[in-house]
């Protein structure tokens, strides 16, 4: 099955800084790619995705990027501030339509912490 | 809106008793999934089912057992509980579709087994 390692585990950054969040997946057949945001007492939500015919995907101050060959991909946080402080979690999945697609394989997660 | 609703929120219960935690959607969506949450271990699966007929063991399935008792309902059981399932457990779905595969998750049921 599908293994995903992520690091670091801990990330404290100054507000305006760079944050970046790395992970590696095992199984070359995966091809989804998705980000969740989980707040403090908050359930996950999805922050952004990728798909495997793509190398590099934006939406605002976010962005992730996929290397398909080192199968790893990772998350990058600009000019952060202090709400961007949560839980991150990349996960790996095979997308499609029959009963072995879409389960998802979690990392352990990264605890960002955005200082003013 | 339509959501994804958990009961009961947070529960306490002892070791040995049985224990079933239900999820509920309004999203339509034929595909949930059940996940336990412990620190430092990401997320991980339970149990999911793609529809009412269809129940697939996840990663860390032993000691639990599920049942879909419709289209929006989706419930997970532990017969005898032990003191290491105390965890955050979320419930999720997602829509059904080669293209579509964002999870939409519960608010989640912290339970605690003494």
Same mark, same amino acid.
């Given at each position: 099955?599908?293994?995903?390692?992520?690091?670091?585990?801990?990330?404290?950054?100054?507000?305006?800084? =760079?944050?970046? #969040?790395?992970? &590696?997946?095992?199984?070359?057949?995966?091809? !989804? +790619?998705?980000?969740?945001?989980?707040?403090? $007492?908050?359930?996950?939500?999805?922050?952004?995705?990728?798909?495997?015919?793509?190398?590099?995907k934006?939406?605002?101050?976010?962005?992730?990027?996929?290397n398909?060959?080192?199968?790893?991909? =990772?998350?990058? #946080?600009?000019? &952060?501030q202090?709400?961007?402080?949560?839980? !991150? +979690?990349?996960?790996?999945?095979?997308?499609? $339509?029959?009963?072995?697609?879409?389960?998802?394989?979690?990392?352990?997660?990264?605890?960002?912490t955005v200082?003013? | 809106?339509?959501?994804?609703?958990?009961?009961?929120?947070?529960r306490?219960?002892?070791t040995?008793?049985?224990?079933?935690?239900?999820?509920?959607?309004?999203?339509?969506h034929?595909?949930?999934?059940?996940?336990?949450?412990?620190?430092?271990?990401?997320?991980?699966?339970?149990?999911y089912?793609?529809?009412?007929?269809?129940?697939?063991?996840?990663?860390?399935?032993?000691?639990?057992?599920?049942?879909?008792?419709?289209?929006a309902?989706?419930?997970?059981s532990?017969?005898?509980?032990?003191p290491?399932?105390?965890?955050?457990?979320?419930?999720?779905?997602?829509?059904?579709?080669?293209?579509?595969?964002?999870?939409?998750?519960?608010?989640?049921?912290?339970?605690?087994?003494?």
């Open positions: 099955g599908e293994n995903v390692e992520q690091h670091p585990s801990t990330l404290s950054v100054q507000e305006g800084d =760079s944050a970046v #969040i790395k992970c &590696t997946y095992s199984d070359s057949a995966s091809n !989804y +790619f998705p980000w969740y945001k989980q707040e403090l $007492g908050k359930r996950p939500q999805l922050i952004i995705d990728i798909r495997s015919n793509v190398g590099e934006k939406d605002q101050r976010i962005a992730v990027t996929l398909k060959t080192a199968k790893h991909f =990772s998350l990058h #946080i600009t000019e &952060t202090p709400e961007d402080s949560a839980v !991150y +979690f990349c996960a790996a999945s095979r997308a499609g $339509g029959g009963t072995s697609y879409g389960k998802l394989t979690f990392g352990q997660g990264t605890i960002l200082h003013p | 809106d339509a959501d994804v609703t958990q009961t009961p929120r947070n306490i219960t002892k040995g008793k049985r224990i079933m935690l239900e999820c509920s959607q309004t999203k339509g034929d595909r949930m999934y059940w996940y336990r949450q412990d620190p430092g271990l990401g997320l991980r699966l339970i149990y089912s793609f529809d009412v007929k269809d129940i697939n063991k996840g990663e860390i399935s032993d000691g639990y057992s599920v049942s879909r008792q419709a289209q309902k989706f419930s997970l532990l017969e005898s509980a032990i290491n399932q105390t965890a955050l457990y979320f419930c999720a779905t997602m829509a059904q579709g080669l293209t579509v595969n964002e999870q939409f998750f519960g608010p989640g049921t912290r339970l605690t087994v003494l």
